[in-house]
């Protein structure tokens, strides 16, 4: 595998700043530790931003939108040409994650690695075409190594785009059909696991509808035994544009030093790639929210964590991680703005 540059490891936290902002946490008005995870997620921002008071304002969103060949296996509810109609309703502004990121205030970008159907020009949907789709693979590898590190790559570029535009954190988000069958099987490869133990409904399947997408996930990991011990050949023969895009994005991040709020089940999946290739990414990637899809669980759990919010969410987009910006906004405001015992004239505890 010639991507050398996953390899090289995350950037550290800063201990420094940590240890300043739990110090501050200390002599702020309130019983120490009341304000609970907010406190510890402002002391971890501070640490990751290396600042003393940590901050969430500028977001930046990138939804990275292919499809999938293995679609054509009837592993989803809905069809292929879903994936370009939504992102031509993300970029009008009538998605979800449209108006969430309207709502935070939140730049959001666009960019499509290859769909079945043609997605309009709009200046926020950017062309990182890679092939109208990966390949099926139960019959092949879903791409091949070039189309690997292009999609790799349009992951890196966003990340350079949303720090050269002084972004305080990044999320990534995705659309494509078929792409909890890719996140499952390359789960599986990383986790050991059986697809049984982490498939689910996706977009709305049937029981027998599931039943169906294990053994397809089945098929896949058997045809390709021989290569799914390496993390970046498994997304090749596994994965999707989009997923590996997320990888390349998230790695990006941890070895330039910016926050990531990890979405959901594809995203996630993502994410156990980026650990497993980038020593030390794990540090930069805040677990926004569990998904309903049932193998998320134990994705997270991989991956230390519990997440900031539980709503029952599966829509991907990016959208449980933009719903936990707020909190983060929060922990911030409190951390920044609260007066000291000192300040308040108010008497503290033993
Ligand atoms: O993020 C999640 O947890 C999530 C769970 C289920 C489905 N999705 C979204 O639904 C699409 C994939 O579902 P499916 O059934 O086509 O594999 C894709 O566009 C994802 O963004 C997302
Ligand atoms: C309508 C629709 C919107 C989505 N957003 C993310 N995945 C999706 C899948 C469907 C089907």
């Given at each position: 595998m010639t991507e050398d540059w996953l390899r090289a490891p995350a950037a550290l936290p800063d201990a420094d700043s940590a240890e300043l902002a739990a110090a501050h946490q200390g002599r702020l008005t309130k019983p120490a530790g009341a304000l609970g995870g907010l406190e510890t997620l402002a002391?971890?921002?501070?640490?990751?931003?290396?600042?003393?008071?940590?901050?969430?304002?500028?977001?930046?969103?990138?939804?990275f939108?292919?499809?999938?060949?293995?679609?054509?296996?009837?592993?989803?509810?809905?069809?292929?040409?879903?994936?370009?109609?939504?992102?031509?309703?993300?970029?009008?502004g009538g998605a979800a994650i449209s108006v969430l990121a309207q709502a935070l205030g939140a730049e959001l970008e666009l960019v499509n690695l290859g769909t079945v159907a043609e997605v309009p020009a709009h200046p926020r949907v950017r062309d990182a075409l890679i092939a109208p789709g990966t390949a099926d693979f139960t019959q092949?590898?879903?791409?091949?190594?070039?189309?690997?590190?292009?999609?790799?790559a349009?992951?890196?570029?966003?990340?350079?785009?949303?720090?050269?535009?002084?972004?305080?954190?990044?999320?990534g988000g995705e659309m494509g059909i078929g792409n909890t069958t890719a996140a499952t099987a390359v789960a599986c490869a990383l986790l050991d696991a059986r697809p049984a133990e982490l498939v689910g409904p996706g977009t709305g399947l049937d029981a027998a509808g599931v039943e169906r997408k294990a053994a397809v996930i089945e098929q896949a990991l058997a045809l390709h035994a021989g290569r799914l011990a390496d993390p970046a050949a498994a997304l090749a023969c596994v994965g999707g544009f989009e997923i590996a895009a997320l990888t390349g994005a998230y790695v990006a991040c941890a070895q330039r030093g910016l926050p990531v709020l990890v979405d959901g089940f594809i995203s996630t999946a993502a994410a156990l790639v980026a650990a497993r290739l980038c020593?030390?990414?794990?540090?930069?990637?805040?677990?926004?929210?569990?998904?309903?899809?049932?193998?998320?669980?134990a994705m997270l759990a991989a991956l230390g964590g519990p997440t900031l919010l539980d709503l029952g969410m599966r829509l991907g987009e990016g959208s449980g991680a933009a719903t936990a910006v707020p909190l983060l906004r929060l922990a911030c405001a409190l951390h920044n703005e609260m007066a000291t015992f000192a300040q308040a004239g108010v008497a503290a505890g033993r």
């Open positions: 002391v971890r921002l501070a640490g990751l931003q290396r600042r003393s008071q940590p901050a969430a304002d500028r977001v930046w969103i990138t939804v939108a292919a499809d999938h060949g293995v679609a054509a296996a009837g592993v989803s509810a809905f069809p292929q040409a879903v994936t370009a109609q939504m992102v031509a309703n993300m970029a009008a092949g590898p879903a791409m091949a190594d070039a189309e690997l590190a292009e999609a790799l349009a992951g890196a570029d966003a990340v350079a785009r949303a720090q050269a535009q002084g972004a305080d954190l990044f999320i020593a030390g990414a794990e540090a930069w990637l805040l677990l926004s929210h569990r998904s309903a899809e049932p193998g998320h669980a």
